[in-house]
């Protein structure tokens, strides 16, 4: 190969995905040949500066996505996601590596995005990689189990993934773990006022719109970490425009007390993943929504509670022995009192993360 391609990138603005970017970049520079990343927001990827770890980045043509969504059937939003990926994909020759970095991209119905990348390899002779990925596996019907089969490789980030691909008997797959893990936590200055024991939340409006009684269940397990902690810090893991973290984490502020209020800090504007990933170090627990806090979380061994959704929470805790502390969204209600668990014996599961994380989803 002479090239590698990166698709399935949203924009750095998604605190996860520029992660991803971040542990990845430095697994793909041993091959010496030139990296280009599709991109939906280029301007994102200049602030955070993953411009200067590709060699290109070639955005996408995001005018025409009211036309994808308005067109009938698969194969005609592949087309339309052909032309809204034009630029990119007029880069695949025979001599390309394109290379899915999107995580969960293929946990979503808008799917046909990845796959016309897929298909462009195919047939210009390149090679298709899905990285770092997880597939939920009762979306895998006819149509993406054969755009699956014909990867080139696999690399799955836990193991209920890379479970469910071999039972469709797609066997090119590795179990390997998110590449955010290999993410530095980067010291920076405490926000004003984080003093003392330290925990944290991230919530989601991604999340709110799943369930209307989540919040009401935040609130409550925001106030027992209140009790227990000297100061509460709200992380958004997410700022994009359209999926705002903080407009979530805003709502759970407004429902405290002005009392309460007073003993809960804000993430910096402008931070990285890394430095996000450092204030989530300082933590004594975390509990969260979004995949990479809990990442960022299990990573740095802070006993971490997640509120999830999809095989990718499920899959990640279950692979460092921590689904006791994965809750689907639809059981929120139990979120409180597992917090209040979480805290008792947390000692015991930063030690027992510690040991997992070092290994985690490998062979």
């Not at 520079?29 to 990296?35: E, Q, T």
């Not at 709110?208 to 902690?229: D, E, P, W, Y």
């Not at 405290?256 to 990285?272: F, H, I, M, N």
């Not at 933590?283 to 802070?302: D, P």
Request: charged letters at 25%.
């Amino acid at each position: 190969m002479k090239k590698l391609l990166l698709y399935g990138h949203g924009g750095a603005y998604n605190h996860g995905a520029e992660a991803i970017i971040r542990g990845s970049v430095p697994v793909f520079r041993r091959l010496g040949v030139p990296i280009l990343l599709s991109t939906h927001f280029p301007e994102q990827d200049r602030e955070f500066g993953l411009d200067r770890l590709v060699d290109r980045l070639i955005p996408a043509d995001l005018s025409l996505v009211p036309a994808e969504k308005a067109a009938e059937g698969f194969a005609e939003k592949e087309r339309i996601a052909a032309r809204i990926y034009r630029d990119a994909l007029a880069e695949i020759d025979c001599e390309t590596a394109c290379i899915g970095v999107g995580g969960d991209n293929y946990c979503y119905p808008n799917w046909h995005r990845q796959s016309v990348f897929h298909r462009t390899a195919k047939e210009r002779g390149g090679k298709s990689i899905l990285w770092g990925c997880s597939v939920q596996p009762e979306m895998i019907d006819a149509r993406m189990e054969k755009i699956l089969r014909a990867h080139d490789r696999i690399y799955a980030r836990e193991s209920l993934t890379a479970n469910a691909l071999r039972e469709h008997g797609i066997g090119q797959v590795v179990l390997r773990r998110d590449p955010a893990f290999e993410l530095r936590p980067e010291p920076a200055t405490l926000p004003d006022g984080l003093w003392g024991r330290v925990a944290a939340i991230n919530l989601s409006p991604l999340m709110l719109r799943r369930s209307g009684l989540l919040l009401g269940h935040f609130v409550q397990t925001a106030r027992f970490l209140l009790h227990k902690a000297d100061t509460l810090v709200l992380l958004p893991h997410v700022t994009m425009p359209a999926d705002d973290d903080r407009q979530a984490l805003d709502a759970l502020l407004e429902c405290l007390s002005p009392a309460e209020q007073a003993r809960v800090c804000k993430t910096p504007k402008g931070w990285s993943a890394a430095q996000r990933k450092y204030l989530i170090s300082c933590c004594e627990l975390l509990a969260c929504c979004r995949t990479h806090a809990s990442i960022a979380g299990y990573s740095c061994g802070v006993p971490t509670l997640v509120v999830g959704y999809s095989v990718k929470s499920q899959g990640i805790g279950r692979d460092l022995g921590m689904e006791q502390w994965v809750l689907p969204v639809e059981h929120s209600e139990k979120l409180p009192t597992l917090t209040a668990m979480l805290w008792e014996c947390r000692s015991q599961v930063r030690a027992a993360l510690q040991q997992a994380s070092s290994g985690a989803g490998r062979n």
